[in-house]
């Protein structure tokens, strides 16, 4: 059983929205960093660090694959269950009020949830859109860009600065392999390296 340190921990973990939407999708499945990453369309960077915090506190844990590619899953289900225990007599307007609130968040709960499936189909439909962008991307790129791993790293590169951990967890490269596709991707001018963090360069960014 938790102490009030502990209950307090996992309220504060699962206060945070895409960290509950991070394990709605374990719940589904285990997922390597990149799948979290494009189905929440959520920054690596911030994936990277939710999982490392729900880690922490043994609420996931991860394996490798035959490849070595490390995946996420959730060490055990969780349920909040909140009790309200009251001392004397309660009003029953005060009942009254609680049962009309439940149902207004049972209401809202449901819109929430259409509002959810309408994101997720057009979500769905998006990602093909970007597969087929991305192929056509390596396609057009073949001379530039080696193969899927250099792809991987210039989407992830994107629109954040990395580190060389960060775009390890990320592509589940090998380390020898990796550093191997950043001194590639540095020469031919694609992306820079600046103190510890990985960026495109600037004509590659726009």
């Known amino acids: 059983m938790l102490d009030d340190g502990g209950n307090s921990r996992i309220l504060d973990i699962l206060g945070n929205k895409n960290r509950r939407r991070i394990i709605e999708l374990l719940r589904q499945k285990p997922c390597f960093v990149t799948e979290i990453s494009e189905r929440l369309t959520i920054s690596p960077k911030a994936v990277i660090e939710h999982l490392h915090l729900m880690e922490h506190e043994n609420i996931l844990r991860y394996n490798h694959d035959q490849r070595r590619r490390k995946y996420y899953y959730l060490a055990h289900d969780i349920d909040v269950i909140v009790r309200i225990e009251k001392n004397g007599n309660e009003m029953d307007l005060e009942i009254l009020d609680q049962v009309a609130s439940f149902y207004r968040s049972l209401a809202m709960l449901r819109r929430m949830i259409e509002a959810r499936d309408h994101l997720i189909t057009n979500l769905e ?70 103190g510890v963090t990985y960026t495109l360069q600037e004509l590659y960014a726009r």
């Open 125 to 194: 439909h998006l990602e093909k859109d970007i597969e087929t962008k991305a192929q056509e991307i390596l396609s057009r790129g073949k001379e530039i860009l080696q193969d899927d791993a250099d792809l991987d790293i210039v989407f992830a590169l994107g629109h954040y600065e990395l580190t060389y951990d960060e775009l390890r967890e990320y592509t589940n490269l090998p380390e020898l392999e990796l550093r191997l596709h950043l001194e590639g991707l540095e020469k031919k001018g694609i992306i820079n390296q600046t």
